[in-house]
């Protein structure tokens, strides 16, 4: 059964930082195309940031320049680093993993910007 536990996710004030992880329970992992997307009260699901399994990275114009997307096949695992938070990032914070036909969402984790 395939799993996605993201953690990293808290109360942060305007300016500071966070590192969200996603850990996946997924054999072949490195053929995956992982995402991070998010979720506002009273708005759709977004995509913030995805890393194709051939490396390419693509940002949502948002969270260009203060957000980074990595992963480490080797841990099946991957990361969002959150710089310059701002009160607008605050949202539920979703790992997505994608391989054809194949499409997982973990649980979420929730992300306050908050002074």
């Known amino acids: 059964q395939v799993q996605l536990v993201e953690s990293g996710g808290g109360l942060v004030q305007p300016g500071g930082s966070l590192r969200l992880s996603c850990a996946a329970s997924?054999?072949?992992?490195?053929?995956?195309?992982m995402g991070w997307y998010r979720q506002a009260p009273g708005k759709q699901r977004e995509v913030v940031a995805a890393?194709?399994?051939?490396?390419?990275?693509n940002y949502a114009n948002s969270v260009q320049g203060r957000f980074t997307i990595s992963r480490d096949n080797s841990k099946k695992t991957v990361y969002l680093q959150m710089n310059f938070l701002k009160p607008e990032d605050t949202a539920v914070y979703y790992c997505?993993?994608?391989?054809?036909?194949?499409?997982?969402w973990g649980q979420g984790t929730q992300v306050t910007v908050s002074s």
């Open positions: 890393i194709r399994s051939i490396g390419f990275i």
């Open positions: 997505n993993s994608k391989w054809g036909a194949r499409n997982y």
């Open positions: 997924i054999s072949s992992f490195s053929m995956y195309d």
